[in-house]
């Protein structure tokens, strides 16, 4: 209302000019400053008149920030660990001001009435590659443009949505095609996810993050390939100059790629340590890919954020992790996808044999990761499995061991923790992103009902409503 007051006020006086005089007297600073009456008064009008602009544009913004009430019949709150019976969830703009148990809604309020449903903050996969297809394995990738990354990006980052993920972490993409679509969807031109992106993976020449699939006679190179310690800080410096927000780099081999070893280590200590302190020094978080006992090990030395996979990982590897509250990123549900559907998809028959090898020893250590009490945050590297599916692996991650709670923590406010976004996402609560999904049912009760999700919305727009 005092910006209202303000603006009527201003805007009783006449504006007769709303241009500085002529020849203003700053012009000729040699000469002396002299003001008349007429001038003066129409630097003033057009001072009323500005703020009298800038008075009205402030009270239209605020006039546009709608409040919403949003119901249910329970609010699982990741952060306490608890259930809240019949929530009111009040909302103005992209956040959330006031939550309540068994509060009231004003009688003339906009509301969301989810009535019999189950809401949660929106969920987080900290490992995801948006840009790819699961069918782009092996030989198929070659034929995949970063124009085509760009354009499947979009496709899944709706995809993602969709299911629930309102934040996701993309660790790897051709062509910076992943920071395009996080500036999109920022920008609102597409729905998608919140986003943190790593662009290219480094790796090393032959590595896991290398292109292998080809003769010499191409001399075919991945984008992120880097040797020694003063290279790599080259590459780290490349990929923030041109828009990501993490470095992804590539530990050890791995299952997709041709001719790496699952868990022989790559990268040296030493250049390990010089990507994360440049990584660092430039604001950015690190996500190490290691499978194999030496490479987390020589990751975790080197300070990473992040491991990803940790499929061998070791009592010492599992020890220094909690010492250095280093998070782990175990995806559960990929190797049981590529035994099944693998072959279908191109996965290369080497691929194959990889997956077999570490899919009990992974799915063992993530329980024994549990018991230990590391950090643990909710990881699928969706693109291996088809995109939209992220909520399969919940059921996995209860099987070996955590709690349903524990589960819904990792997806939401450890992964909050990781991305450097506490106090904006994670939960639902006041000054929080209104980022919210709806279930029929009770995943304490059962975590599977997260792969259905009825309600989206995202930062207090909602995407999705299936609930009538």
Same mark, same amino acid.
């Given at each position: 209302?005092?910006v $209202?007051?303000l603006?009527?006020?201003?805007l009783q006086?006449?504006?007769?000019?709303v $241009?500085?005089?002529?020849?203003?007297?700053?012009?000729?600073t040699?000469?002396?400053i002299?003001?008349?009456?007429?001038?003066?008064?129409?630097?003033?009008?057009?001072?009323?008149?500005?703020?009298?602009?800038?008075?009205t544009l402030?009270?239209?913004?605020?006039?546009?920030a709608?409040?919403i009430?949003l119901t249910?019949?329970t609010?699982?709150?990741?952060?306490?660990?608890?259930?809240?019976?019949?929530?009111?969830?009040?909302?103005e703009?992209?956040?959330?001001v006031?939550?309540?148990?068994?509060?009231?809604?004003?009688?003339?309020?906009?509301?969301?009435?989810?009535?019999? %449903?189950?809401i949660?903050p929106?969920?987080?996969?900290?490992h995801?590659?948006?840009?790819w297809?699961a069918?782009d394995?092996?030989?198929?990738?070659?034929?995949?443009?970063y124009?085509?990354?760009a354009?499947?990006?979009?496709?899944?980052?709706?995809?993602t949505?969709?299911?629930? $993920?309102?934040?996701a972490?993309?660790?790897?993409?051709?062509?910076?095609?992943?920071v395009?679509?996080r500036?999109?969807?920022?920008?609102?031109?597409?729905?998608?996810?919140?986003?943190q992106?790593a662009?290219?993976?480094?790796?090393?020449t032959?590595?896991h993050?290398?292109?292998?699939?080809?003769?010499?006679?191409?001399d075919?190179?991945a984008d992120?390939v880097?040797?020694?310690p003063?290279?790599?800080?080259?590459?780290?410096?490349d990929?923030k100059?041109?828009?990501?927000d993490?470095?992804?780099?590539?530990? *050890?081999?791995?299952?997709?790629?041709?001719? *790496?070893?699952v868990?022989a280590?790559?990268?040296?200590?030493?250049?390990?340590k010089?990507?994360?302190?440049?990584a660092?020094?430039?604001?950015?978080?690190?996500?190490?890919?290691?499978?194999?006992?030496?490479g987390?090990?020589?990751?975790?030395k080197?300070?990473?954020?992040s491991?990803?996979?940790s499929s061998?990982?070791?009592?010492?590897?599992?020890?220094?992790?909690?010492?250095?509250? *280093? $998070?782990?990123s175990?995806?559960?549900?990929?190797?049981?996808?590529?035994?099944?559907?693998?072959? %279908?998809?191109?996965?290369?028959?080497?691929?194959?044999?990889?997956?077999?090898?570490?899919?009990?020893?992974?799915?063992?250590n993530?329980?024994r990761?549990?018991?230990?009490?590391?950090?643990m945050v909710y990881?699928?590297?969706?693109?291996?499995?088809?995109?939209?599916?992220n909520a399969?692996?919940?059921?996995?991650?209860?099987?070996?061991?955590?709690?349903p709670?524990?589960?819904?923590?990792?997806?939401?406010?450890?992964?909050?923790?990781?991305?450097?976004?506490?106090?904006?996402?994670?939960?639902?609560?006041?000054?929080?992103?209104?980022?919210?999904?709806?279930?029929?049912?009770?995943?304490?009760?059962?975590i599977?009902?997260?792969?259905?999700?009825?309600?989206?919305m995202?930062?207090g727009?909602?995407?999705?409503?299936e609930?009538?």
């Amino acid at each position: 209302m005092q910006v $209202f007051a303000l603006s009527v006020l201003l805007l009783q006086y006449p504006v007769r000019h709303v $241009f500085l005089p002529a020849t203003p007297p700053y012009i000729n600073t040699l000469a002396p400053i002299r003001w008349d009456k007429d001038s003066a008064m129409n630097i003033v009008d057009a001072a009323r008149f500005l703020i009298a602009i800038v008075a009205t544009l402030l009270l239209s913004a605020a006039a546009g920030a709608e409040t919403i009430y949003l119901t249910a019949e329970t609010l699982i709150d990741p952060v306490d660990g608890k259930r809240i019976s019949n929530p009111v969830v009040e909302i103005e703009g992209d956040r959330i001001v006031k939550v309540t148990a068994n509060g009231s809604v004003p009688a003339s309020a906009t509301r969301i009435d989810l009535a019999g %449903k189950t809401i949660l903050p929106g969920l987080a996969d900290m490992h995801t590659h948006l840009t790819w297809y699961a069918s782009d394995a092996g030989y198929n990738g070659l034929s995949v443009s970063y124009t085509d990354e760009a354009i499947r990006g979009v496709v899944n980052a709706r995809k993602t949505l969709m299911a629930g $993920f309102t934040v996701a972490r993309n660790l790897g993409a051709g062509g910076f095609a992943d920071v395009a679509l996080r500036d999109a969807i920022n920008d609102d031109r597409i729905p998608g996810p919140r986003l943190q992106v790593a662009g290219p993976s480094l790796g090393i020449t032959g590595g896991h993050c290398d292109n292998n699939l080809l003769p010499k006679e191409y001399d075919a190179v991945a984008d992120g390939v880097a040797d020694g310690p003063w290279e790599v800080r080259k590459k780290v410096r490349d990929n923030k100059k041109y828009g990501a927000d993490v470095i992804k780099f590539c530990a *050890t081999g791995g299952v997709m790629s041709k001719g *790496t070893a699952v868990g022989a280590r790559q990268y040296t200590l030493e250049e390990m340590k010089a990507i994360v302190d440049e990584a660092h020094t430039q604001g950015m978080t690190v996500a190490a890919h290691a499978h194999g006992t030496e490479g987390i090990l020589f990751a975790i030395k080197a300070g990473v954020d992040s491991v990803e996979h940790s499929s061998l990982i070791d009592e010492e590897g599992l020890d220094l992790a909690i010492e250095n509250g *280093t $998070f782990l990123s175990i995806n559960l549900y990929t190797t049981e996808y590529i035994l099944a559907e693998g072959v %279908k998809n191109g996965v290369l028959p080497e691929s194959m044999e990889k997956a077999a090898y570490i899919h009990e020893l992974r799915r063992a250590n993530f329980s024994r990761a549990v018991k230990a009490g590391a950090k643990m945050v909710y990881s699928t590297d969706s693109a291996v499995y088809p995109h939209g599916d992220n909520a399969v692996q919940f059921s996995r991650m209860v099987d070996l061991g955590m709690a349903p709670m524990q589960a819904i923590q990792a997806a939401t406010v450890v992964a909050a923790e990781l991305l450097r976004w506490e106090g904006d996402t994670g939960a639902i609560a006041p000054g929080y992103y209104a980022d919210i999904i709806a279930v029929e049912g009770d995943p304490l009760d059962d975590i599977s009902v997260l792969e259905k999700v009825e309600f989206v919305m995202k930062g207090g727009v909602v995407y999705k409503n299936e609930t009538n």
